[in-house]
């Protein structure tokens, strides 16, 4: 019962210290692009190394659910030859929720089509 207390005792102190929380807060697409260096081949509306990634949005925007993990193994695995010569390479620094995370933000870029 000791144990419990201290350990008690000891997560209340680290909370009261203003420490980060254990569970980072959600980032938005924008932020988790240029945390995980993605904006350094590419930028949202202009050519850089990579498409623009609202080319990318165009190009498969309206193609269900699945285009999300498809684009997120693209980001983890890397690809060649969709967009040209350069060849993305594998970002294995991104996680695969982070990947699937910047893929949903990615398909937000496309504009709404009109109805």
């Given at each position: 019962m000791r144990l419990k207390s201290s350990l008690a005792a000891a997560?209340?102190?680290v909370l009261w210290a203003g420490?980060?929380?254990?569970?980072?807060?959600?980032?938005?697409?924008?932020?988790?692009?240029?945390?995980?260096?993605?904006?350094a081949c590419?930028?949202?509306?202009s050519k850089?190394?990579?498409?623009?990634?609202?080319?990318?949005?165009?190009?498969?925007a309206g193609q269900g659910d699945a285009m999300v993990q498809y684009l997120a193994d693209k980001i983890r695995n890397g690809g060649r030859g969709a967009w040209g010569a350069v060849p993305m390479p594998a970002q294995r620094q991104v996680g695969e929720d982070e990947a699937r995370q910047l893929a949903q933000w990615?398909?937000?870029?496309?504009?709404?089509?009109?109805e």
């Open positions: 997560a209340a102190c420490l980060p929380a254990a569970v980072p807060a959600q980032e938005t697409g924008a932020e988790l692009a240029r945390n995980k260096a993605c904006m590419h930028q949202v509306d850089r190394v990579g498409p623009p990634l609202r080319s990318v949005a165009e190009r498969y990615i398909l937000s870029l496309a504009p709404a089509k009109p």
